[in-house]
């Protein structure tokens, strides 16, 4: 970790707030990405998983953009997620929104082509083809939980020395060989982000630089903490904030997320909402066994 990072080490997926009919909140997410950049994030990552982006349109999601630049000024690193299972659509997508605002986009995420599977080939293929349109960084998301398909360490590897803007990975996979192979293989400046929570210290072990946060949405001070307090070299506390935090992190996704993460925020008098079809809000019981984990856990950071 000799460099700086380009967009920080804490980068939360930002929620999408919706009104009650709904529709985009759009100055309920200016107000929460104000809110998250106080509270310790590095930068957001806007209209992600997190964001509900299989359910917003493409319009939506450009006036989203507008509104968090607009919110947060022209300092603070904004990643745009633009990628989608067909490449045509992605490229098209991409180049419009690193349009916006005179291009003020620091980047885009482009995640793997779900549900048509393609093999290795067609994944870099694809990623290369989005990246090829524009001219800012982009961050890889690798998450075969929801894709199905693994980026094989072999294509990010390629991905990373054939493509000069493929410069960060988002590496939501347990696997910490496959992430070690990714380190030791790539240049010095492909940053590899966790894309779990849980997987933030185990990353930054392994010469990772941060984490695309979901759990930042509601306890950013304490990650941001955990994060500095590693890379200065203070791993007893690195550890005791992760111990902390980790039955919080890991409660998050017992439904699909953001279900959780939005009710969560209701819970600390953040309300941003309800989620849109086919997610459907929690539960009373989902919500009261929300709160008890959130307290203790609150709790026990407090006596850190």
Do not use: W
């Not at 493409?58 to 989203?64: G, T, Y």
């Not at 279900?259 to 953040?270: Q, S, T, W, Y």
């Amino acid at each position: 970790m000799a460099h700086s990072p380009r967009f920080g080490r804490l980068l939360t997926a930002m929620v999408t707030p919706f009104k009650n009919d709904g529709s985009l909140d759009l100055p309920r997410a200016q107000e929460l990405a104000k809110t998250l950049m106080r509270q310790g994030n590095d930068g957001l990552i806007v209209n992600g998983t997190t964001g509900e982006s299989p359910t917003i349109s493409r319009d939506e999601r450009c006036a989203l953009f507008e509104a968090v630049i607009d919110a947060v000024g022209p300092d603070v690193p904004i990643v745009a997620n633009v990628g989608d299972n067909c490449t045509e659509d992605s490229v098209l997508f991409a180049r419009r929104v690193c349009a916006l605002k005179n291009g003020r986009i620091n980047g885009i995420m482009v995640v793997t082509p779900y549900f048509n599977k393609p093999p290795q080939e067609g994944i870099y293929q694809h990623m290369r083809s989005v990246a090829e349109a524009v001219e800012v960084p982009v961050v890889v998301y690798n998450i075969p939980g929801r894709s199905v398909v693994n980026i094989e360490p072999e294509t990010i590897i390629r991905l990373a020395a054939d493509v000069p803007n493929i410069r960060a990975l988002k590496q939501a996979n347990e696997d910490m060989a496959q992430l070690e192979k990714i380190v030791a293989n790539t240049p010095e400046d492909f940053e590899i982000f966790a894309g779990d929570d849980c997987l933030t210290l185990p990353n930054l072990e392994r010469g990772g630089v941060g984490v695309i946060s979901t759990i930042g949405n509601i306890a950013g001070p304490a990650m941001s903490k955990m994060i500095e307090s590693y890379v200065d070299g203070d791993f007893s506390t690195a550890k005791a904030i992760d111990e902390a935090l980790r039955p919080l992190q890991t409660h998050l996704f017992t439904t699909a997320n953001p279900i959780l993460v939005k009710r969560a925020l209701a819970l600390l008098d953040f309300p941003v909402g309800g989620v849109r079809l086919p997610l459907v809000n929690a539960t009373d019981e989902q919500s009261r066994e929300l709160l008890d984990v959130m307290n203790e856990t609150f709790r026990r950071l407090d006596e850190l």
